[in-house]
């Protein structure tokens, strides 16, 4: 019986403002990367193919799945992680709203939101309902988690 060889690779990702080495094989996602290499355990494993928007991250600003993005993707780019948004106005909104139950799927959800803000800082009632269906919360958090949203945007809430 033959070895099967896995070759890895030496990559250099921008985490949250640091340059960070890791050595990795080309079928780690990036999800993989941030959570077994980098320690980054707020980035929750969920679905594993792209579906519930747990594993969330902004690459270059924009929200991207860890989970369906290889790890090798991400260099030259600027990944953010929930830890790099620590007191962020989105993550103050989720708390000041109760916006999680058992927030596991919170991470995901403040990282999309940071994201359309970014993208969207005046989004519509359209607008925003459709980047929150790209993450699922199992708890049913919808309502608190889309008065969060309108708080950190000044709106007022519907």
């Not at 747990?54 to 600027?78: F, N, Q, R, Y």
């Amino acid at each position: 019986m033959s070895k099967v060889s896995y070759e890895s690779f030496t990559v250099k990702l921008n985490v949250n403002g640091q340059i960070k080495k890791a050595d990795i094989r080309a079928a780690d996602t990036l999800l993989d990367v941030l959570r077994g290499k980098y320690g980054l355990t707020g980035t929750k494993p969920g679905c594993l193919n792209g579906d519930c928007g747990s594993c969330t991250v902004l690459i270059d600003g924009c929200p991207m799945k860890s989970c369906i993005m290889l790890g090798l993707e991400a260099a030259g780019k600027e990944v953010v992680t929930i830890e790099g948004l620590m007191g962020s106005p989105v993550q103050r909104a989720f708390i000041e709203n109760n916006a999680f139950q058992c927030g596991y799927c919170t991470p995901g959800f403040i990282m999309n939101i940071e994201g359309l803000i970014k993208k969207h800082p005046d989004a519509e009632d359209p607008v925003i309902e459709e980047w929150l269906q790209s993450n699922i919360c199992r708890c049913t958090s919808y309502q608190e988690i889309k008065a969060a949203v309108y708080d950190v945007m000044g709106k007022n809430k519907q």
